[in-house]
């Protein structure tokens, strides 16, 4: 007797001779995730996927929007950089004609795998990228490895042929048509963007809301872009306080920190991240990380290590007990205390303050435990949303 799989995948395999892009999903590689290109850094990699080690999704689009000057078309070139390490080709649309061969140098992007292209109107930017997917079909019949990575910068200051006519013929006139051109132009590329392994970051500007000033910053070019995004978040910025505190004593410099708030995110919990970009050195990896760690977590912690005949001395209440090198020894806690002290692997490091942003403290197996004990049960979405009845009961009226 044919099971449910067996007739399923008898109708699926007779589908397939009329409908190409059909698979059980089980199995299915049509739209499956096959990396994530890194941010360049680590807790804005953890905002947009839920890992440490993740990133912008291979074939997704994501959206990011701000008010100016809050690093949208910093962090999309720093993708750039980081895709280009793994292979990734990138074309990039310039609406706001904003960078050259010498911004893409500053980034460290090798300038001869950057394809720039200017663009003025929607109606221009659907039909050179809906050119540019064929184009790329054609590349991956004979590579199908080749990568592309393409980028929108920005969607917000893309004008529209009708608004250009209402200033030639000097008309008082308001156009109507953009935001449903938008819709239509990625209604085009999303699904194909997908099934080509394509990652598409797209930037867009943000206004306040003047009926509802409690209401956030709002995205501008209606819902076309949010509703075909996986990923969408809205940057917002603020000066350093010169009192930050001790930990954030590498954060006082010429520059912003940006906050990032999730909009939108079928990978992750909406939970708000902060990190810095400097006018002068960018964007340090690990700033951000700090909110995070603990010497439970990932053996990272402010205080002191005791001997055993200091520890027996002092007698303090709460400490950890370590094992370096056969020799017993104690991390207590300090708040106040001038260093962090690091157990990696049975390890022991002191690091000043001023270092703490650095590769002393966040080796690669403490990004790891700090990754899989926090980040992931913190910004992931669980693997199986099940039913859950918490909270339900004050739905309903006991009267």
């Known amino acids: 007797m044919a099971t449910e799989k067996d007739f399923l995948k008898s109708m699926v395999k007779n589908l397939q001779k009329n ?14 995730i096959k990396e994530f290109i890194n941010t360049g850094n680590y807790i804005f990699n953890a905002h947009l996927s839920g890992s440490l080690f993740g990133g912008i999704p291979s074939n997704r689009s994501v959206l990011i929007a701000g008010e100016p000057g809050t690093g949208k078309t910093f962090l999309s070139l720093n993708i750039c950089r ?5 292979g990734y080709s990138i074309f990039y649309f310039d609406s706001e004609a904003a960078i050259d061969a010498q911004t893409t140098k500053n980034f460290g992007i090798n300038p001869s795998k950057f394809v720039h292209i200017l663009v003025n109107t929607i109606q221009d ?7 540019l997917i064929l184009e790329i079909k054609k590349i991956k019949e004979s590579i199908p490895d080749a990568k592309f990575l393409i980028v929108l910068d920005s969607l917000g200051n893309l004008s529209s042929q009708q608004e250009k006519n209402i200033f030639l013929e000097n008309k008082e006139a308001k156009d109507m048509t953009k935001q449903q051109l938008i819709r239509s132009v990625f209604r085009t590329i999303t699904t194909d963007l997908s099934k080509l392994d ?4 797209v930037t867009n500007h943000t206004y306040q809301n003047m009926t509802n000033p409690y209401a956030g910053a709002g995205i501008s070019g209606g819902l076309g872009a949010i509703f075909n995004a996986s990923i969408a978040v809205v940057l917002s910025k603020a000066k350093l306080k010169e009192d930050d505190g001790d930990k954030n004593e590498n954060l006082q410099s010429n520059g912003i920190i940006v906050t990032s708030t999730i909009h939108k995110s079928r990978f992750t919990k909406p939970i708000k991240v902060r990190f810095k970009i400097s006018n002068t050195t960018g964007m340090n990896k690990f700033v951000g990380l700090e909110q995070y760690v603990s010497f439970e977590s990932c053996g990272v912690g402010r205080g002191n290590v005791l001997t055993q005949k200091e520890f027996e001395k002092q007698k303090p209440e709460k400490y950890y007990e370590l094992d370096v090198n056969g020799e017993k020894m104690y991390f207590v806690q300090k708040d106040t205390a001038k260093q962090f002290i690091v157990y990696d692997n049975g390890e022991l490091r002191q690091v000043p303050l001023k270092e703490f942003f650095t590769s002393k403290v966040f080796s690669e197996n403490v990004l790891k435990k700090l990754d899989e004990n926090v980040i992931k049960p913190t910004f992931k979405l669980p693997d199986n949303l099940q039913e859950d009845n918490e909270g339900v009961d004050s739905l309903i009226d006991a009267d």
Do not use: T
């Open 82 to 86: 980081e895709a280009q390490k793994m």
């Open 125 to 131: 930017f659907g039909h050179y990228i809906n050119n």
């Open 19 to 32: 409908i190409k892009d059909i698979e059980i999903i089980e199995n299915s590689n049509l739209v499956s």
């Open 198 to 201: 394509i990652p598409f970051i």
